[in-house]
């Protein structure tokens, strides 16, 4: 634990006090090559963390606000469909990710929105007895 905290405490503070952050706008055109490559480090990692966070914060606005549904017929108040097992000659997959265009059925969207936000969600197949 230390180790922790003494890099929070001391190492760090006293690398960014360092570091050649002039005082005025018209520090920046004094500064030397030397003092701009000083620079660049702490630059790639305040970028690094500004990028993963801007990624983050894009996934979590493609998972949407917390609706599982993001267009299946949104003007009803729940969406329910009924398929007559008489009707499945052989086997249907049927789409759980709501992304599906052939809503009840998949259509291979899940590929996309599984690749888009990381996640892992597939049809459920529904097959006769006979056709295992
Ligand atoms: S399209 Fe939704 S599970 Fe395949």
Redesign the pocket.
């Known amino acids: 634990m230390y180790i922790v905290s003494n890099l929070v405490k001391v190492t760090i503070p006293n690398y960014l006090a360092g570091l050649p952050i002039p005082d005025s706008i018209g520090g920046w055109f004094r500064l030397g090559v030397r003092d701009w490559l000083s620079l660049i480090p702490p630059a790639v990692v305040v970028g690094g963390i500004s990028y993963y966070s801007y990624e983050t914060i894009k996934k979590a606005r493609a998972a949407g606000n917390g609706q599982v549904n993001p267009g299946v017929r949104k003007d009803i108040n729940k969406v329910v469909d009924f398929i007559d097992i008489e009707d499945i000659t052989e086997k249907v997959s049927l789409?759980?990710?709501w992304?599906?265009k052939n809503w009840p059925y998949?259509?291979?969207?899940?590929g996309a929105h599984n690749k888009a936000t990381g996640d892992n969600?597939?049809?459920a197949v529904v097959k006769h007895k006979e056709n295992k």
Not at 106 to 110: L, M
């Open positions: 789409c759980r990710c992304r599906s998949c259509d291979g969207a899940h969600v597939g049809p």
